[in-house]
């Protein structure tokens, strides 16, 4: 397995309390998240892994090194959603092998990973189900595919919240590849790169949903995500 991370996002949303860096740069534990994140790959054997950079880049290869990874730069993280970092990195986009892309401001326990490793199917995203009162996006599935997905969604038609993590198998990969380059094409430059895996649930296409309740992740969208991994890493560490 590969992976592709995305870490060239501003974070508007807890930017005033980052002093400047950017969200995949923050503590935990003694090492910035983006480390953190490497090193749990590593420790998986998975060593192929290219990063899109963009806001403050400077702290992110700064946190990383003595990594080995592929280096991309999105110029236009500031007017443009995650689909045109996935453009500047659509030469990793090979159909070599499978390929979970990924949100560079997740935090996830190990256990995650051993999931990810262990899943058969394609497209997969993945979601919490015991996150549905305070879920940011929000995804609404049976029978382990999904239906319906958005923040717009009520806690009534929420199963769970979506994680920021999704897995391609090789000829998925070509398709959301081709996705990717239509978008930029068409100018779509508001699309985010998960956006081009849910237009195939519109297109009647099967796109599943593995819910990993009871294993911790935070997505650093806001200071109360912060909070939540800081404690998570306190309690065990005792």
């Known amino acids: 397995m590969k992976v592709l991370i995305m ?25 910035p998240l983006i480390k953190r994140t490497f090193e749990l790959l590593n420790k998986k054997g998975i060593t192929n ?10 702290y992110i290869h700064e946190a990383l090194e003595g990594f080995s990874y592929i280096r991309y730069f999105n110029p236009f993280y500031r007017v443009a ?10 030469d ?22 051993d999931v990810v490793l262990s899943e058969k199917r394609s497209p ?14 929000r995804f609404n599935w049976d029978d382990e595919l999904l239906k319906r997905y958005g923040k717009e969604l009520t806690n009534q038609e929420t199963t769970g919240e979506y994680v920021g993590i999704g897995i391609l198998n090789k000829n998925d990969l070509t398709i959301f590849k081709q996705g990717v380059v239509d978008a930029v094409s068409n100018e779509d430059y508001n699309c985010w790169w ?13 796109v599943y949903v593995k819910n990993i309740e ?5 997505e650093v969208d806001y200071i109360e995500d912060y909070e939540r991994i800081k404690e998570f890493i306190s309690k065990n560490r005792g």
């Open 81 to 90: 959603n995650s689909v045109s970092s996935v453009w500047f990195a659509k």
């Open 194 to 206: 998960e956006d081009i895996i849910y237009r195939t649930v519109d297109d009647d296409k099967k």
């Open 214 to 218: 009871g294993i911790f992740w935070a």
């Open 49 to 58: 892994i290219a990063l899109v950079t963009g806001y403050q880049e400077r």
């Open 124 to 137: 997969v995203m993945l979601s919490d189900s015991s996150r549905i009162e305070d879920a940011d996006y």
């Open 7 to 31: 870490a060239a996002g501003v974070g508007s949303r807890i930017s005033r309390d980052l002093q400047g860096q950017p969200k995949c740069c923050v503590d935990v534990g003694g090492k």
């Open 92 to 113: 990793f986009l090979v159909p070599d092998d499978e390929i979970m892309i990924m949100n560079g401001d997740v935090f996830m326990d190990e256990k995650v990973l």
